[in-house]
């Protein structure tokens, strides 16, 4: 199975081991995020990372996340909210669903500009490498196939 067969909006709960909860759309709404103050879609290959939460946590711990920020953007000024947003984004897209805020934390923190936002943790599917890992396990309990041929 590839990394980077999952890495798009769902939750790696959700993805892995089929456990929905209401993480879960937290999940999907910081990728949303952040593709929106990209401009680039999360399957898109950014830097080093074969999706945008790598590239956007990366420079987010490098203090240079207006390089995520769509140039489109830019000139309207409001760097300090958009790098809030980035900041409540990388919440959302946390790998374990514990982490991550409820949504209605999330609006909380986007409609309130003096509530303090904690430091996300890295975000799920990160990785440095554009190749993605891959497993040579097999996914079934026997490696025996049986067909039977029936003539008609």
Not at 36 to 43: A, D, E, Q, T
Not at 137 to 150: A, E, F, R, Y
Request: proline share 5%.
């Amino acid at each position: 199975m590839l990394l980077h067969n999952f890495s798009g909006y769902m939750a790696p709960e959700y993805a892995f081991h089929g456990l929905f909860s209401i993480k879960s759309d937290v999940f999907s709404f910081g990728v949303l995020t952040l593709e929106i103050l990209s401009g680039k879609r999360n399957s898109h290959e950014c830097g080093n990372f074969i999706n945008i939460l790598g590239h956007a946590w990366q420079l987010f711990e490098e203090e240079s996340w207006v390089d995520l920020i769509d140039t489109a953007l830019l000139p309207n000024g409001h760097s300090e909210e958009m790098m809030r947003c980035i900041n409540i984004a990388l919440l959302c897209v946390q790998e374990s669903a514990i982490d991550r805020p409820t949504m209605l934390d999330v609006v909380a923190m986007l409609s309130s500009k003096t509530m303090i936002v904690d430091k996300p943790k890295h975000p799920a599917y990160f990785t440095g490498d554009k190749e993605a890992p891959t497993t040579n396990q097999s996914c079934s309990v026997n490696d025996i196939t049986i067909s039977t041929l029936t003539p008609r």
